[in-house]
């Protein structure tokens, strides 16, 4: 999203919208009437008229991120509005013009997905017009500091508070492998601006996922009594995603409650979740603490 932005900026449409949505986000019920919009009464809760994202990037840009994931009904659809430049509503008769530049993104092999019949190859084609090749972030470690202080700063306007970024820990930030790419640099950034009240972040304050700067101790399945309590001398076994879910959550409460000096409402609003929501998570860890 970052790229396409920029290439929007860089054109003509500049100053129209830019639209963004991931084709994978939004059940494929929804996806159609999101894409095109819809008309009063085309199907149950469609109160009113409802302009979709082709009309509302109008004369600007409309990135439609992994498109691999878009179902073939709907392929067949897009087709169409590239080729025609108009769009019907869900339910309506009539066709709007639309002068939208399509921009599309995925992480799929679309020519391996045209070739299993997943993808139309019609559509394709008329898609694979120009291709930007963006190689993995871990490729391409130049970019990591100029992204890193590019999220920092629209992470700061969102907060309303100055997130700055030391030489230190855009070093360090650097040195990962990033397999989630840019979008798990941009979270391990927010991570640790929410999780501290340091205006300067350094190392320290990183965790990426179950890693850290620091070493982590090894993580292990323990067994589970008939009240859901850990018993000892569990077998063990290799990390589930579950179980490696439910540590990082019991890392991040933990340590918004440590930065909120163990004040619940605090912490709460640091992860983003409400007070109930915490109450229960600390209840199912056993999380203890101050009020």
């Known amino acids: 999203e970052v790229i396409a932005q920029a290439l929007h900026r860089a054109s003509l449409r500049a100053a129209a919208a830019f639209v963004a949505v991931n084709c994978a986000a939004i059940p494929e ?3 159609e009437s999101e894409l095109f919009g819809y008309v009063r009464g085309a199907f149950t809760g469609a109160a009113g008229d409802k302009a979709g994202l082709f009309e509302q990037a109008d004369g600007g840009t409309l990135l439609l991120d992994e498109i691999g994931e878009l179902p073939l009904a709907l392929q067949a ?3 169409r509005v590239l080729q025609e430049g108009e769009v019907r509503r869900v339910g309506d008769q009539k066709t709007r013009q ?3 530049r399509v921009l599309a993104a995925t992480a ?3 020519g391996a997905e045209v070739a299993a019949g997943r993808f139309r190859q019609d559509l394709y084609y008329r898609l694979n017009v120009v291709t930007i090749h ?3 972030l871990a490729e391409r470690r130049g970019d990591v500091a100029p992204l890193a202080r590019h999220f920092a700063a629209r992470l700061a306007r969102r907060l309303a508070r100055p997130v700055v970024l030391s030489d230190a820990a855009v070093a360090w930030l650097e040195q990962q492998e990033w397999p989630g790419n840019v979008r798990e640099l941009e979270h391990a950034i927010e991570r640790a601006a929410v999780l501290s009240e340091k205006e300067l972040l350094e190392p320290g304050e990183f965790v990426l996922g179950l890693r850290t700067h620091r070493p982590v101790p090894p993580l292990r399945i323990a067994e ?3 009240g859901g309590e850990d018993l000892e001398g569990g ?3 290799e990390l589930s995603l579950r ?3 439910e540590a990082a959550e019991r890392q991040a409460i933990e340590a918004a409650l440590a930065a909120a000096g163990g004040n619940r409402r605090e912490a709460a609003k640091r992860l983003g979740v409400s007070l109930r929501t915490l109450f229960y998570k600390m209840e199912r860890y056993r999380i203890g603490g101050p009020s």
């Open 29 to 31: 019920a929804l996806l």
């Open 108 to 110: 799929r092999d679309l």
């Open 243 to 245: 179980a490696a879910v």
């Open 77 to 79: 659809k897009l087709l």
């Open 134 to 136: 963006l190689p993995r």
């Open 224 to 226: 589970r009594g008939p």
């Open 235 to 237: 077998s063990g076994g």
């Open 98 to 100: 639309v002068n939208v």
